[in-house]
């Protein structure tokens, strides 16, 4: 969220002097913004080893499988999306619109929303299938894959590289990944044996 929050709305257009003017403007906020991206990453990789072994020990060592893999995925796509972005800020005033202009493509088209559709989707049928946390939110996930899939095809068959529905599924993936992480939390506690 931090990250998002200080990625502020963007530059007004796609040209690669705005791109580069908004850069440049915003070079300690959109800095601190991928520093927060590479610890929310980092921090998913332990929640996701954390995962996988409770979905293999329900016998549902396919979802388990497909889980590991598409959160390493996920993960790796974001670190390559998270270097795309750095670079784009470090080349914001060196005063070459062509390295501008295709960052800032590489950045938005690196293909994170995929990875998400199949994280949301493994997840939200290993909810269904083991009762992790509410079998509602399984469902919400599934439509919310769904709604990521049509923004993976937007994305590749788009003009720009990141449409005004961006912001849209980058706050539904954000409230159902806390949803998700509040029943997972809940959950626990509920299963946690006194202390004697």
């Given at each position: 969220?931090?990250?998002?929050?200080?990625?502020?709305?963007?530059p007004d257009s796609a040209t690669a002097a705005a791109v580069a003017a908004y850069n440049l403007a915003h070079r300690s906020p959109l800095l601190v913004?991928?520093?927060?991206?590479?610890l929310a990453l980092l921090a998913f990789i332990p929640f996701l080893a954390a995962l996988?072994?409770?979905?293999?020990?329900?016998r549902q060592e396919p979802l388990a499988v497909a889980l590991?893999?598409?959160g390493g995925v996920f993960v790796a796509m974001g670190f390559v999306s998270n270097a795309a972005e750095t670079a784009l800020i470090g080349v914001a005033d060196s005063n070459q619109p062509a390295a501008v202009l295709a960052l800032d493509q590489l950045q938005g088209r690196?293909?994170?929303?995929?990875?998400?559709?199949?994280?949301v989707a493994v997840l939200s049928l290993a909810?269904?299938?083991?009762?992790?946390?509410?079998?509602r939110l399984g469902s919400v996930g599934l439509v919310a894959a769904a709604i990521f899939l049509l923004g993976s095809v937007f994305s590749v068959l788009g003009r720009t590289p990141e449409g005004s529905s961006y912001l849209v599924g980058v706050g539904l993936f954000i409230g159902w990944m806390l949803l998700l992480s509040a029943g997972?939390?809940?959950?626990?506690?509920?299963?946690?044996?006194p202390r004697p």
């Open positions: 969220m931090l990250h998002r929050l200080l990625q502020g709305t963007g913004s991928e520093v927060a991206l590479g996988v072994p409770v979905i293999w020990r329900a590991a893999i598409s690196i293909p994170v929303v995929w990875t998400i559709t199949a994280l909810i269904q299938r083991t009762s992790l946390v509410w079998r997972l939390w809940r959950s626990a506690a509920g299963s946690t044996p």
